[in-house]
C-alpha cells in the first residue's frame, strides 16, 4: 500500500469514528442535529485539521540555480556547428604541434 493511500484510508477511518461518536452522542441530546449537519462540521473540522497539518510542513526548497560557469555568453545554440568549431581547433593545434616536432 502506497504512502498517500494509506493516509487516505486513515483519514477515511477518522471520519467514520468521528460521524459514529458525534451521532450518537446527538442521540442522547434534547435537541439533535441532523445527519448532515453533523457530515458539515466533520468536513469543516478536517479542512482546519489539514491546513494545519500543511502549515506546520517546511517550506519546499528552491530550484538550484543554473550555473553559467565555462559557457561562453553567446554561445551557439546548434550543439552540432559549436562541436564542428571545436574539432577543427584540436585539429589545427595537432597539426601545429606536429609540425614543429618533425623539423630537424
Known sequence: MT???LICW???????KEFVLRYNAE???AHPKSTAEIIREIEAEERLRNAATLSALPAPAAPPA???AGVAIGASA???AS???AYG???EAYQRRTATACTP
Request: charged letters at 15%; a neutral charge; proline letters at 4%.
Open 10 to 16: 486513515q483519514a477515511l477511518i477518522w471520519r467514520h
Open 66 to 68: 543554473r550555473s553559467t
Open 78 to 80: 546548434d550543439p552540432l
Open 3 to 5: 504512502s498517500t493511500a
Open 83 to 85: 562541436a564542428n568549431a
Open 27 to 29: 442521540c442522547d441530546a
Open 89 to 91: 581547433t584540436l585539429v
